[in-house]
């Protein structure tokens, strides 16, 4: 992965830039920096993912007024770069995985959680079905006074199960792994998103059996309790008292 400094020191638009931090990414170079003295998040794709450049650009562009993600400012086609707000906060899966959150700060988190995605199916349903937003994972969201989402680049037409299931994997897979109380929270997340729309969750347990599978890709030395808790749920659902 490049890191930002280098597009700082080639590209003239970016030269008044100071970097504040960078991000880790899978694919991308994402940094906090101040930009004309200005605090910005400058994202810089690879060029292999200009589609997923745009993708961002669109669900930033239609959906920043009415939710809770951050403001676009400029889509730099050229250099594969978008400049967009920086949103100050708490990383949610440090939050839920930190020994010294109490449970009912947990619990009230995996509230949000549901309202902040239920607000964004409603708003992106349309007559074909509705837009997911894709890559459903907890370093994905940051808590202020509210829950924000980040990262949008893998936004595509889906099942919100996809989703809500993604999540959960999430949840359930993030040190410490498949607790009681992680299977706790995922319920609650699931009861909580569920009062919220008019849908039903299709298949969720075979959705998140499925999250989970795909995470080996990523974490092969992980690959056996995956696969484990794959099965379980895939068979009995998130039942906490048969663990």
Known sequence: MQSINELISK?????????????ISRKNTVAYVLLDNKPRVLKWFAP???????NEW???RQGSSALNIPHPYE????NNVLIMSYILGENLCDLIN??????GEKQRLMILLADWFAHFHVFFKDDNGFRIRGDSMLRNFIFSDRIWGVDFEESRVGKPSEDIAGMCSSILSTDPMFTTEKFQLCEMFIESYSELVEW?????????????????????????????????IQEQGLLVNLL
């Open 75 to 78: 889509i730099d086609s050229r």
């Open 48 to 54: 292999a993912f200009k589609r997923n450049m745009r």
């Open 11 to 23: 590209v003239e638009r970016y030269t008044n830039t100071i970097v504040q931090r960078e991000f």
């Open 58 to 60: 669109f669900v930033l």
């Open 200 to 232: 039903e969750l299709e298949d969720i347990n075979d959705e998140i059996a499925y999250a989970l599978l795909e995470k080996i890709q990523w974490r092969p030395e992980q690959e056996k309790i995956l696969r484990r808790y794959a099965r379980r």
């Open 98 to 103: 930190d020994e010294k959150t109490t449970t």
